[in-house]
T-cell receptor, first 113, second 117 residues
Framework: DTGVSQDPRHKITKRGQNVTFRCDPISEHNRLYWYRQTLGQGPEFLTY????????KSRLLSDRFSAERPKGSFSTLEIQRTEQGDSAMYLCASSRRGGNEQFFGPGTRLTVL | AQKVTQAQTEISVVEKEDVTLDCVYETRDTTYYLFWYKQPPSGELVFLIRRNSFDEQNEISGRYSWNFQKSTSSFNFTITASQVVDSAVYFCALTSLSSSNTGKLIFGQGTTLQVKP
C-alpha cells in the first residue's frame, strides 16, 4: 500500500487569506478523518467522511472551515479568512472500518502570520 | 464523555533502561478500542497497537509490551531496553463503536520520551 499523502506539507499565509489542503487516503479505505494538532497537544478530531458523505463535524469546525470528499476519493479542507489561532498541524487519516487502526499522513503545517 | 489521560508529560531515561508509559481512559461504551501511536520528530503518527475491550490479554512484540486492565481503565505501554531511536511523543487513543460514534479517535495529550545515550 502507498500511505496517506497530504499536500502541501507547509503553508504560510497572512491573516484573512483562504487556504486549501488536500489529502489522498489509502486507496481501499472508505473512511477518512481530519484532525488538528497544536503544539504540545494530542490530535483533535475535526471531521469524518464515509465514502463521499461527511457524517460528523466537530464543534471545533467553525463556519470558516469546509471539507469535501468528491467521489469518495481524495479530500480537501478549506479554511476561509484565516486567523492566527488556526496555526496548527492538520492531519488526515484513513481506515477500512470503524475501530480499525487509522493510518495518518505526514500533515500540513499551517502558519498564519 | 470519552477521555484519555496520559499523566506523564515527559520522561527521560538512559539507553537500555525499561520505561512504562501510563494511559487511563474513560468511556461509558462497552465496545471500544484502544490504540498507541508514536510521533517521532519527523511528525508523522505511526500506529503501534490496537486492542479491543473484550481482549484483555497482554501482548508482547519485540521490545514493546502492553498491559490492558479494564478494572482500572488502564492501557499501559512498556519499552524494554530502550534505545535512542525510541525517542518520540507517544499517544494513547480511544474510539468506540456506539451508534453515535464514527470511529473518531480521542487522543491523550501525549508523553514525550527522551532516551539518552
Amino acid at each position: 500500500d502507498t500511505g496517506v499523502s497530504q499536500d502541501p506539507r507547509h503553508k504560510i499565509t497572512k491573516r484573512g487569506q483562504n487556504v486549501t489542503f488536500r489529502c489522498d487516503p489509502i486507496s481501499e479505505h472508505n473512511r477518512l478523518y481530519w484532525y488538528r494538532q497544536t503544539l504540545g497537544q494530542g490530535p483533535e478530531f475535526l471531521t469524518y467522511f464515509q465514502n463521499e458523505a461527511q457524517l460528523e463535524k466537530s464543534r471545533l469546525l467553525s463556519d470558516r472551515f469546509s471539507a469535501e470528499r468528491p467521489k469518495g476519493s481524495f479530500s480537501t479542507l478549506e479554511i476561509q479568512r484565516t486567523e492566527q489561532g488556526d496555526s496548527a498541524m492538520y492531519l488526515c487519516a484513513s481506515s477500512r472500518r470503524g475501530g480499525n487502526e487509522q493510518f495518518f499522513g505526514p500533515g500540513t503545517r499551517l502558519t498564519v502570520l | 464523555a470519552q477521555k484519555v489521560t496520559q499523566a506523564q508529560t515527559e520522561i527521560s531515561v538512559v539507553e537500555k533502561e525499561d520505561v512504562t508509559l501510563d494511559c487511563v481512559y474513560e468511556t461509558r461504551d462497552t465496545t471500544y478500542y484502544l490504540f498507541w501511536y508514536k510521533q517521532p520528530p519527523s511528525g508523522e503518527l505511526v500506529f503501534l497497537i490496537r486492542r479491543n475491550s473484550f481482549d484483555e490479554q497482554n501482548e508482547i512484540s519485540g521490545r514493546y509490551s502492553w498491559n490492558f486492565q479494564k478494572s482500572t481503565s488502564s492501557f499501559n505501554f512498556t519499552i524494554t531496553a530502550s534505545q535512542v531511536v525510541d525517542s518520540a511523543v507517544y499517544f494513547c487513543a480511544l474510539t468506540s463503536l456506539s451508534s453515535s460514534n464514527t470511529g473518531k479517535l480521542i487522543f491523550g495529550q501525549g508523553t514525550t520520551l527522551q532516551v539518552k545515550p
